[in-house]
């Protein structure tokens, strides 16, 4: 299990109730570290994936209170990142956070997926961040598979009726 623990990451939808608010960023962010006991220097890698999420090295001191809630999925994400994951698991991770915010961690998990060459798995009803963020995608529906492929052709050409009317529900802006 700490192989495969090591290897996939989870960012949850609330960066909240994800992150225990009576210990420092760097000690949530370094207990991956620690929990799979990986060697190396913690201290600098702490420092290196707040950085890599856009935060200073001096959050390390600090508790997620005093963050926005962009900051604290920065935080989280950061902790997911610790331990070098091939696999990024993220559930709805900005659906608690506000248009311009969910814009910011949207532009930040496309990076890092690009940069670091790790597999992004979203997990959202949010189709516009699937489309943005998502390669290929597996529409469920009870558990089960209702429709599979690449994002582009699932969204605009989808063949499942499920899929069809999932898309129908999207709100559309007017012109």
């Avoid at 994936?49 to 900051?71: C, H, T």
């Avoid at 902790?79 to 991770?93: G, H, I, Q, T, W």
Wanted: include cysteine; charge should be neutral; charged fraction near 20%.
């Amino acid at each position: 299990m700490r192989e495969f623990r090591s290897n996939v990451q989870i960012v949850f939808q609330d960066p909240r109730s994800s992150l225990d608010p009576r210990m420092t960023v760097g000690s949530i962010v370094a207990e991956p570290l620690r929990s799979l006991q990986i060697a190396g220097d913690t201290t600098s890698r702490v420092t290196q994936v707040l950085e890599w999420v856009g935060l200073e090295p001096a959050a390390a001191s600090k508790y997620p209170a005093q963050f926005s809630g962009g900051q604290r999925q920065r935080i989280a994400i950061a902790r997911a990142l610790a331990p070098s994951p091939k696999v990024l698991v993220a559930d709805e991770p900005v659906s608690a956070l506000d248009v311009s915010v969910r814009s910011q961690i949207i532009d930040l998990l496309r990076d890092l997926k690009s940069e670091l060459g790790m597999t992004l798995v979203m997990v959202s009803h949010d189709m516009a961040i699937v489309g943005q963020l998502c390669d290929e995608t597996v529409v469920l529906r009870n558990g089960k598979i209702e429709e599979s492929g690449l994002t582009e052709q699932v969204l605009w050409q989808p063949r499942a009726p499920y899929t069809k009317k999932l898309l129908a529900a999207v709100p559309q802006l007017l012109a």
